[in-house]
């Protein structure tokens, strides 16, 4: 259907020249010269002129080509054909493979009403070790990832994808916003020498792509794993690389549309875009959608009005830490830093709260004594000070493990250790049980051999 002509066009925006009124926001438009199709997506409307959004680039476009609407707006595929395969922010596949399509849907489109979301969800157990212990999740949890490049976070990542799997049979969706084409390239064939690309469906919005692509392939993520929780009834793994790339995007978008924007550049629309976002997130009586979302802190700078709009949403985060990973002690965890708001005597029991708190109580101690010990050696120690420098070390140790992902590169095979065993373990290193033990013999195993 003719919906108008295109009278003006720059680089991120085009105005159409309305003759329907049968247009919303949202819409998909689109035009076509010389066998090659344009599409925009409809951002404003004021009076009889639509503001749109390229969905690429504008190169070789005229003034006066007449637009048409696109019935059904943004879709992806919603079927079991998304599994193992690599999407675009705007649906298309991107792994050179056919899709024989058997049912897509609107990526903006929610299911769920209040009464459909389920807040009490199941603890998610994810076999590893320092993660059920200082972070435990619960389904439909909302994780903050922070850490740098080359701090193990895909590992840790494929290791989530591959125990979640082995727990529950469900799949995972990882979503790359702003993600350099190579990270993507290398991601794929990493998940593909895993054995692990079967087991997940991926939507990437490349660097150097449109804002519109960096901006609406989280959209695309969600309605990826929508379909795993609602039709497959499954308890998806949701990856979220990088969330802050999506609100730059939004703000280049705004400043193309002449809106006003608030400290640091950010877009009005900041907070309800964050939230149109984290709200889909949700569990239900039959699935749940548990997301790890990695987030840029720009200049460090915690109180950054994008990083609060995102912190605001979350549950927990578990941060990565390059000095943990430069001594060798994988995963690269800080425990310090590290929270859930599910630690609490409720919903883990008196137990496992009273251990995080003396773990990290050890732990804390244990960075002070090690100056001491520096300086002035391990013989100026009192016995109670010896005692917790060295069942710090054991408990720094054993909070290591060796992953499934890496058997093939480390020769250590695989753990997965339940949260019980967990508890035993660390209750038994701090009574003083392995005092005589050596501190090498708990890096990088499971759970402790019981004798």
């Known amino acids: 259907m003719r919906i108008g002509k295109i009278i003006s066009i ?51 476009l005229k003034k006066g080509l007449d637009v048409y609407l696109q019935k059904g707006g943004l879709q992806i595929e919603y079927s079991d054909q998304i599994l193992g395969r690599v999407f675009s922010a705007f649906g298309e596949p991107l792994d050179d493979q056919t899709i024989e399509s058997s049912g897509t849907k609107n990526i903006y489109l929610k299911n769920l009403t209040l009464s459909e979301i389920e807040i009490d969800g199941d603890i998610l157990w994810t076999g590893i070790k320092v993660l059920d212990f200082f972070a435990p999740m619960q389904k439909g949890f909302k994780m903050g990832l922070l850490g740098g490049a080359g701090v193990g976070k895909t590992v840790l ?68 794993a929508e379909y795993l929780r609602d039709e497959k009834k499954q308890d998806v793994l949701l990856f979220i690389d990088n969330m802050y790339r999506m609100i730059q995007a939004n703000s280049e978008i705004s400043a193309e549309l002449g809106h006003m924007l608030i400290d640091n550049g950010y877009s009005t629309t900041l907070l309800s875009d964050v939230s149109e976002v984290e709200e889909r997130i949700n569990s239900t ?84 004594l090690e100056k001491i010990v520096a300086v002035l050696g391990i013989e100026e120690l009192s016995e109670e000070n010896y005692n917790i420098f060295y069942r710090s070390r054991k408990l720094r140790n054993y909070f290591t493990q060796p992953m499934f992902v890496s058997e093939q590169f480390t020769g250590i095979p695989g753990k997965f250790v339940n949260v019980a065993d967990v508890l035993d373990d660390v209750e038994a290193i701090l009574s003083g049980k392995y005092d005589d033990e050596d501190e090498s013999i708990f890096s990088y195993v499971g759970a402790i051999p019981k004798t």
């Open 285 to 368: 009586k039959d699935g749940s959608v548990t997301s790890f979302q990695a987030i840029y802190i720009p200049a460090d700078d915690l109180t950054d009005a994008a990083v609060n709009a995102i912190l605001s949403h979350l549950d927990g985060q578990v941060v990565l830490d390059r000095k943990m990973a430069e001594k060798g002690l994988y995963p690269a965890i800080d425990v310090f830093h590290t929270t859930s708001r599910l630690v609490t005597v409720e919903k883990v029991g008196q137990r496992h709260y009273s251990l995080v708190n003396e773990v990290i109580r050890h732990l804390s101690h244990y960075q002070e």
């Open 10 to 60: 720059s680089n991120l925006r085009v105005d159409i020249l309305l003759d329907s009124k049968e247009i919303n926001i949202r819409d998909i438009v689109w035009t076509e010269q010389d066998g090659r199709r344009d599409r925009f997506e409809v951002a404003q409307i004021d009076g009889g002129v639509a503001l749109a959004i390229p969905l690429n680039s504008v190169n070789g």
């Open 157 to 224: 990542i494929k290791e989530l994808i591959n125990n979640v799997y082995k727990g529950f049979g469900s799949n995972s969706v990882f979503v790359g916003i702003g993600e350099r084409s190579r990270e993507g390239k290398e991601l794929y064939d990493e998940m593909l020498e895993s054995e692990l690309l079967d087991k997940l469906s991926i939507a990437f919005g490349q660097m150097g792509e449109s804002p519109m692509a960096r901006s609406r392939a989280v959209y695309s993520g969600l309605t990826l």
